[in-house]
């Protein structure tokens, strides 16, 4: 049967809220409000009572993995654990309950925060000084390529309008190059998943604003060439992005800065251990070298002489505002917790243990599952399953099979250089026997694979819904519940 | 392999049949195979006008989407207006699914375009 | 080992035998010398739990917050009630650690929430289609207008001032960068002047942008907004409150086109700005131009119901540089908080939230003009926010309402400096008649000339 939605378990005259009476002198709001604005049919909304309320959202709930009901191995994502202390100190009312527009001398603390988490992510990168504002991802490149635009502009090179990305770059390089203004230029992989040093020279010219790297790759392998690849980029009057979503590699190892990139997002979401939140919300600071510092999105948190902090508006060369006030604080203070909470050596034992981790991983599943590049893996690796699917079963076939284990599965098909890619990323909150368990899983399913290769083929076996029709989803798109 | 005699091909896995000055154009069936189950179709306007080699619609299929590029010059005359509605149309018979018919400025063009055995001989290296 | 990574050091030890090395820094041999940073990073001593606990009570101390203050200021944040359910689901850390429903069979949680909140969206607003949501009111206006260029080919966006100075700025930020122009125009009695703007649409006019309240808390005709734009071939953005939806015509009856906003107001704390929510939704023929994450109703092999990201062939992981947008987010826990917030609520709920607001944003206007060191400054009909002029500057006056556990309303003059002295005052249906009350009278006293410390 099909699970109901929120509005067919609504019944006129049932209420969840609670709200005191008007305490105000009663007037006609018609008195008060032309009637030519106002609307004449209540808003469809569902009318339930409290109780509806929560075992309806609280069944929804059960129908979701998450990192803590499993392991959730989604590489590129970095599914860490999410300490429950840091969501607890986020919901203090003296965080939550802040407005965004109070006097400066009325959130002090707040400011603060944001002023140290920017100290501190600048030390941990290697830059100058970070911007908290934008809120993802894909919103921390946005800005970061903004800057880099606004800075050539600045020289008075407004032939700069390429971004060079690799073919194995997450899509958001792309995208985000193309929303603020570039065209974007792919050079391709060499045998060892990195990029090929040739390729980009054959592309380095008077045009190239920037290129957009991943360090380690989503290939989970570090740019060997990284400083011929800087100096060359910087040769051609050039500037070096920074991708961080495969920062938990490198916490306390190795600095974006120190490797050549002018430009970092970080994404807290991921190595700074922020939960996701079912997609959101996160937080992607953008992070700059010295002579990028005026472009910075404002307003940007200073601190002076005695210690007050304040918020600094007169910052004409920035690339003005990507977002509303100060970017996603709530995020910001789980992050600035867990940097709290770890300290320097703790950082790196972060890294260290994920690294060990991913290798310890593809070291057992290479003998099951074909392996496209041998070296040691940083913090995640790639494998395919092509030998697989010579047998007639696909990655996706893979990936379904794996949820009757109980783990969430891989990435798959990504990167998009290697085929029936399932791109596996531990993380180090997970301990060797549950990485054992998902070994023995994948082992399992392999042999499945040869011998009885529908068991495979039909799963999920267990969960709420078997394999959905995407096909059928975007054919005839219902996007929201009709009567 | 399915390819019909009599049409041409470009190198993007269009496919054009001329009658007069007037040019079907659609996609071949090697392109829809590697698509999947196509979705949604986006198609220009009547009295557009491309240049050979200008993106002219987008085929889209649940994981992927493609350009779909005009083999020839000309002026958009008639638009498929059913392929809107049933975009499968293109997966279930691609040789008849023409996107859009075009007014060629130049016939002559057509014969930079492949003509059926050259258009197996590329795809059988394609697929390599 | 730190609390947070369970594989003990002998674990360590055996996984590297298993691999063949002896260190764990042989597993970094790929990182070039002359880049690994060979020494400790510089960052505070780390802390352990009640130690951080401790340091970030301080650190919380040190802000006023709403809970125990009154808090009169608005402009783009709302202390509207969060009813106490809301947390207990968005608490549930099935929902709050899983990741985007990229594996739909295990993330049919989510997922339903999304389409449920797609649908009270659509519902509230008038409009067909919704998105997932985007990262605040700010950027899904910025994005809105990138989409009204893509429907229309056309690259010029129609702001009135009256619209929030920073969702303006965001706009402006993608603006300069994706080769759209921003044109800004009058307004005229704190509403937008549609004479203004009739002198500025041209054949090159994307859309005109109508915020509704706008940032003076006036409400807009959007329809004549409608008509103006929709005659000269461009789109109607309208930015709205989505608590005022509860009593004002909804957008899309009113001819919107798209329709955004910012969603903190249901059910999400003001969090010093954020996370929040912002909401796009339009009409259907603009579907295939949304950007966003979409959540679609499809079946499994069995024929159940079930629901799935759909429409992906338009986001970046597929098109890359021809991506309708680079988002590939979603504040996918705020719109689960926007949607409880609305299920509580439900038609009710929501039109008796709104009537509250503005019976007493009257209220505290009318009491505010009768102590007489106040003064009108605009008569356009408002909702809950409104404009009333001090005699003396409004950040000392808010400085001094400090003293008496008042937050005291936005100082407008920062951004309209012909607006001397002029206090943006919100008032939510969390603020009594007594803390009306006590604001118009400790504000009056406060704003005499000379007037000593009131106790």
Known sequence: MDRKLIFEISKEGRKAYSLPACDVPETDIETLIPPEYLRKSEPDLPEVSEIDLVRHFIGLSKLNHSVDTGFYPLGSCTMKYNPKINESLANLSGFAKVHPYQDESAVQGCLGILYNMDMMLAEITGMERVSLQPAAGAHGELAGLMIIKAYHESRGEYNRNKIIVPDSSHGTNPASASVAGFEVVEVKSNGHGCVDVDSLRSVLNDNVAGLMLTNPNTLGLFEESIVEIADLVHEAGGLLYYDGANANAILGISRPGDMGFDVVHLNLHKSFSTPHGGGGPGSGPVGVKKELVPFLPTPVVEKNEDGYYYLDYDRPKSIGRVRSFYGNFGVVVKAYAYIMSLGADGLRKVSEAAVLNANYMMHKLKKYYHLPFEQPCMHEFVISGQKQKEKGVSTLDIAKRLMDFGYHPPTIYFPLIVKEAMMIEPTETESKETLDGFIEAMVQIAREVEEEPETVLNAPHGAAVSRLDETRAARNPILRWKD | ?128 | MSNYIPTTEEQQAQMLKEIGLKRIDELFESIPEKVRLNRKLNLPEKMSEPELAEHMYELAASNKNLDEYDCFLGAGAYDHYIPAVIEHITGRSEFYTAYTPYQPEISQGTLQAIFEYQTMICGLTGMDVSNASMYDGATALAEAAAMSCKVTGRKEILVPCAVHPEYKEVLKTYARFNGSVVVETEYKNGVTDIDALKSKISANTAAIIIQNPNFFGSIENLESFAELAHGNGALLIAYVDPVSLGILKAPGEAGADIVVGEGQSLGNPVSFGGPYLGFLAAKEKFMRKMPGRIVGQTVDKTGKRGFVLTMQAREQHIRREKATSNICSNQALNALAATVYLTVMGKKGLKEVAQLCVKKAHYAYKKLIETGKFKTVFTAPFFKEFLVKSEIPIQDLNKKLLDYKIIGGYPIEKNYPELKNCWLLAVTEKRSRKDIDRLASIAAELSSVGSGRLK
């Open chain 2, 1 to 128: 392999m399915n390819i019909i005699e009599g049409l041409k091909y470009s190198k993007d896995h269009e496919w054009v049949r001329a009658e007069g000055n007037k040019a079907y154009i659609g996609i071949t069936n090697y392109a829809q195979l590697e698509l999947g189950d196509i979705v949604y179709i986006e198609l220009p306007s009547p009295g557009d006008k491309f240049e050979a080699g200008d993106v002219l619609g987008v085929v889209e299929s649940v994981k992927t989407a493609a350009d779909v590029y005009s083999p020839v010059s000309g002026t958009v005359v008639e638009v498929n207006e059913e392929l809107a509605e049933s975009p499968e149309k293109v997966n279930e018979v691609p040789y008849e699914s023409w996107f859009v018919i075009l007014e060629m400025d130049d016939p002559s063009e057509l014969e930079n375009l492949m003509d059926e055995e050259e258009y197996g001989r590329y795809c059988i290296e394609e697929g390599k």
